[in-house]
């Protein structure tokens, strides 16, 4: 299941960027690799992939955690991690930088790259 988020929720879950300073480094508050979905009701291309991250969220349920952002509703953490296209998915290993991929992307491609972060 994956789960939306907020600013607030997003500072506390994730990373608070308004206490720490992402130049030196990046400080991951979850205990799992982490997938976060930038996405807005109004974009199609978020619409078409969202099923298959359904799925992934389902498959990898306690291995991986799974959050959605909308970038209209918490702008400034689209700002903060310079969204400026949706959809963009960030993908947080527990040890090492966040890498993100913008535009939409195959089931496929999502899972290798849920692979990835589960490796590292």
């Known amino acids: 299941m994956i789960k939306d988020i907020n600013s607030t ?3 506390k879950l ?5 206490d720490e300073n992402q130049e030196e480094g990046w400080n991951f508050k979850g205990d799992k690799p ?17 099923p298959g991250l359904e799925e992934l969220s ?12 909308d970038i ?7 700002k903060r991690f310079q969204v400026t296209s949706v959809p963009s998915l960030f993908f947080i290993p527990i040890d090492g930088m966040p890498e993100m991929a913008v535009g939409a992307l195959p089931k ?3 899972e290798e790259a849920v692979k990835k972060i589960l490796d590292k």
């Not at 979905?37 to 078409?48: Q, S």
């Not at 209209?72 to 689209?78: C, G, K, N, P, Q």
């Open 9 to 11: 929720e997003f500072k």
């Open 14 to 18: 994730i990373f608070d960027y308004e």
């Open 34 to 50: 982490t997938v976060i979905d930038f996405h807005a009701d109004w974009c199609g291309p978020c619409k078409i992939m969202a």
């Open 58 to 69: 389902d498959e990898y349920e306690g291995k991986v955690d799974f959050y959605k952002v």
């Open 72 to 78: 209209d509703a918490s702008i400034e953490v689209a």
């Open 108 to 110: 496929p491609n999502i």
